[in-house]
């Protein structure tokens, strides 16, 4: 599976759109983007993924690059209940045959500021 | 809606005795697995099941820990001996196995702490 990059933290303002960047310049033409987020001592929960598209669901928007070598997920309006860590990950496509697994970074913890 | 559960979700326990975990994946998943999360890192694959047979468990510490799903529904995963290093968050997660890249759901884990 391709190796994501994503910043360590960042904060956002309450209300504010939370924009968070990764990273993913060996992607291969049949992986995934997909995004996981963890809220202090819970399981990871499962946001969006996306291919090659931008994708938006009730909880996020995902928007990748035409090169598919980045992307952004964004939270139209963050609330202090979306402070959490963020897990981009890059999935193996079908064809793979690890393509259940997911292999989570360190992700990004980002931080909603009252 | 339904929900991955596990237990106990805390478990202090001294280094060399053994210990074990539950899981009870989502009614009529197929795939389950389970992760080991370091404070700090973000979880990793221990072993990963279809039905009752493990697809997976080449990062799973064979030497120590065991995983079993006998009749492919909830399933155990167990240290013995426990050491100092196995402190950590172990997640269980599930998925209806019908489709390669189908979401995975998790449920809240289980803290590990060996002293």
């Known amino acids: 599976d391709a190796k994501t990059t994503q910043p360590p933290s960042m904060d956002c303002a309450e209300g504010r759109a939370a924009n968070l960047p990764c990273n993913h310049s060996t992607i291969s033409g049949n992986e995934y983007v997909y995004w996981y987020r963890q809220i202090h001592s819970q399981g990871p929960q499962y946001i969006i993924h996306g291919l090659k598209n931008n994708e938006t669901n009730e909880m996020a928007s995902l928007i990748i690059t035409e090169d598919r070598k980045s992307s952004t997920l964004i939270l139209p309006h963050a609330t202090l209940r979306d402070t959490a860590v963020y897990y981009c990950i890059v999935r193996g496509g079908l064809s793979s045959g690890s393509a259940r697994q997911l292999t989570f970074g360190s992700g990004t913890q980002l931080t909603v500021l009252p | 809606e339904a929900e991955v559960a596990q237990s106990p979700r805390y478990k202090i326990t001294e280094k060399s005795q053994a210990v074990a975990f539950w899981c009870d994946p989502i009614s009529g998943h197929a795939t389950l697995y389970w992760y080991r999360q370091i404070l700090g890192q973000g979880p990793e694959l221990l072993v990963q099941?279809?039905?009752?047979?493990?697809?997976?468990d080449s990062q799973l510490p064979k030497d120590r820990f065991s995983a079993e799903r006998l009749k492919g529904v909830d399933s155990t995963l167990k240290i013995q001996p426990a050491e100092l290093g196995d402190s950590a968050m172990y997640l269980c997660a599930s998925s209806s196995g019908t489709s390669t890249l189908e979401t995975q759901y998790f449920g809240p884990g289980t803290r590990l702490l060996v002293l």
């Open positions: 099941f279809q039905d009752e047979s493990v697809v997976d």
